[in-house]
């Protein structure tokens, strides 16, 4: 079974950038779809963006696309989100996840770490 750990979130002032980071362990994702999502409290976890096992094919939420850019690097078991041009709406806990297909619902994805806050402040 896989462990994915996030890290890299944190306060950021808006229009600022930040890139979280999800490292992979008990096994390689070198075969696995890896996806983003988020969640603020009360609200149902939403998709971000997401990635095919060789990194050929994303996917990007509409609200994030052109500002963000998802990323794999399967020789270090890690995968990435750079998120740019930070908005306030962008605050939430950020998720990482595995799953054997890539796609935009939550799902499709059987392996989730314990995510990393993310709060922008105007």
């Known amino acids: 079974q896989v462990q994915l750990v996030e890290s890299g979130g944190g306060l950021v002032q808006a229009w600022g950038s930040l890139r979280l980071s999800c490292a992979a362990s008990g096994r390689s994702i070198g075969s696995d779809a890896m996806a983003w999502f988020r969640q603020a409290p009360g609200k149902e976890r939403e998709f971000v963006a997401a990635?095919?096992?060789?990194?050929?094919?994303?996917s990007y939420k509409n609200s994030v696309k052109g500002r963000s850019t998802i990323s794999r690097d399967n020789a270090k078991n890690t995968v990435y989100l750079r998120l740019d041009s930070l908005k306030p709406e962008d605050t939430d806990v950020y998720y990482c996840?595995?799953?054997?297909?890539?796609?935009?619902?939550?799902?499709?994805?059987?392996?989730w770490g314990q995510g990393t806050q993310v709060t922008v402040f105007s």
């Open positions: 996840a595995a799953g054997e297909r890539i796609g935009s619902s939550s799902q499709g994805y059987d392996s």
């Open positions: 990635i095919s096992w060789n990194g050929v094919f994303t």
